[in-house]
Nanobody
Framework: QVQLVESGGGLVQPGGSLRLSCAASGRWLAMAWFRQTPGKAREYVAQISRYGSSTIADSVKGRFTISRDNAKNTASLQMNSLKVEDTGVYYC????????????WGQGTQVTVSS
């Protein structure tokens, strides 16, 4: 019962940076980022709770960070040192309680890393 709008995707060279944002229409308990890369299943990237606790997938740890702004009901994914294999469609998802799965999803934003 929350709408999510993603922004910030684009084309970047290897080693570059992008910042993705997800704006939610209401309060959420946790927000996550997933990505769909060519030839692969949907991959979990990172998540953050409204309290600030977060986890980051090993594949992006040290390069990506996730943050949130509770006042704005937003979450962001800062992506640094981008690699070609980071290319894909990035989706944000939200859960409103611990009893919910990742029920609410954004439309996705394309990230292309290419030289």
């Amino acid at each position: 019962q929350v709408q999510l709008v993603e922004s910030g995707g684009g084309l970047v060279q290897p080693g570059g940076s992008l910042r993705l944002s997800c704006a939610a229409s209401g309060r959420w308990l946790a927000m996550a980022w997933f990505r769909q890369t060519p030839g692969k299943a949907r991959e979990y990237v990172a998540q953050i709770s409204r309290y600030g606790s977060s986890t980051i997938a090993d594949s992006v740890k040290g390069r990506f960070t996730i943050s949130r702004d509770n006042a704005k009901n937003t979450a962001s994914l800062q992506m640094n040192s981008l690699k070609v294999e980071d290319t894909g469609v990035y989706y944000c998802a939200a859960r409103l309680s611990n009893q919910d799965d990742w029920q609410y999803w954004g439309q996705g934003t394309q990230v292309t890393v290419s030289s």
